[in-house]
């Protein structure tokens, strides 16, 4: 089989071609950076719907409803979260801001469609694009600008990754749907326990399912209030923290009766990567405003051939 050595490109800080920029020099990290920074939504999904509903960080946010006026039982708390988000099929956002600290912050367009549609273009005023990252029911796919050797890079969702791809993508991509807010508990997937009452009036609830190396927990904090999740935090079968998020600035759509946060935090303990933020202000639910066949198809780039993750190897300097 085929072999590349991957590298990314990591030095821009000195003029306004700085994207991606203060990378450590080690292949693994930089490979990282750019995947787990465009991977944030590579299966993050949603399926098609119908009326529209915009929200905008100048209106005044909706009052969110109450769903818990005492403890809540473990059935009730299940039906609170998979509610948050349940209505959702589609949705599109515009002017999303992706930052990773110590590099400039990317403006990104989003669109998804259940289960496993997604497209992210982003890019800065300066330099133009920058990330091209998607999904269909098929593969999942990756080009940044500024990877060398140049690739649009591509993997299967029904096929392992290299045991150098792992490296940086500890986690499987679907993990990122519910880091967004994205969340659905099933109990014939896996086995729920609590909740477990936080002194600071937040519920505590785990959820074990399968993992490659046995059974994974994740740990997720609700508010006791809203029934919304506030935190998520994963663990391996040797309950070593593989990935945390934080959820806040959240938003109720009472036209759908959704719940979305216009903030996450993802960090990835176990690849040392940097604090990555997702700002949205503007979200589209249920409607789609671009072209399907463009939308889940792979790109193509001139000088940029496609290249399978399962053939990346990263290879020392």
């Given at each position: 089989m085929r072999t590349t050595t991957t590298t990314i490109t990591t030095d821009f800080r000195a003029d306004a071609d700085v994207l991606l920029s203060r990378l450590h020099h080690e292949p693994a990290r930089r490979l990282a950076k750019v995947l787990i920074f465009a991977m944030l939504v590579v299966v993050w999904s949603t399926a098609s719907?119908?009326?529209l509903s915009r929200w905008n960080g100048r209106d005044q946010p909706p009052a969110p409803p109450v769903a818990f006026d005492s403890t809540p039982t473990l059935e009730q708390m299940v039906a609170a979260i998979n509610g948050q988000t349940g209505s959702?099929?589609?949705l599109q956002i515009r002017d999303a801001k992706l930052s990773v600290a110590g590099a400039p912050t990317l403006t990104a367009d989003i669109a998804l469609e259940r289960p496993q549609r997604f497209r992210m273009r982003a890019g800065t005023r300066m330099t133009g694009p920058e990330l091209d990252m998607g999904s269909n029911d098929l593969i999942f796919w990756l080009w940044a600008r500024r990877t060398d050797p140049p690739a649009v890079f591509y993997g299967h969702h029904d096929r392992p990754l290299s045991a150098d791809a792992q490296q940086v993508l500890?986690?499987?991509?679907?993990?990122?749907i519910e880091a967004l807010g994205l969340i659905n508990l099933d109990p014939q997937h896996g086995q729920i326990s609590g909740p477990y009452p936080h002194s600071d009036g937040r519920l505590e609830i785990r959820y074990v399912v399968a993992g490659p190396d046995?059974?994974?927990?994740?740990?997720?904090i609700v508010d006791g209030k809203y029934g919304w999740v506030v935190q998520q935090h994963v663990f391996d079968a040797s309950?070593?923290?593989l990935?945390?998020?934080w959820a806040s600035q959240h938003r109720h759509d009472p036209s759908h009766g959704v719940t979305l946060p216009?903030?996450?935090v993802i960090r990835l303990p176990s690849t040392q990567i940097n604090t990555i933020t997702l700002r949205m202000d503007s979200i589209s639910v249920n409607q789609l405003q671009a072209d399907p066949v463009q939308l889940w198809t792979m790109p193509e780039y001139d000088g940029y051939p496609p290249t399978h993750l399962s053939e990346v190897q990263l290879l020392p300097q």
């Open positions: 719907g119908c009326a959702i099929q589609q500890p986690i499987p991509p679907q993990w990122l046995g059974p994974w927990t994740k740990q997720l309950m070593r923290n990935a945390s998020v216009r903030q996450v």
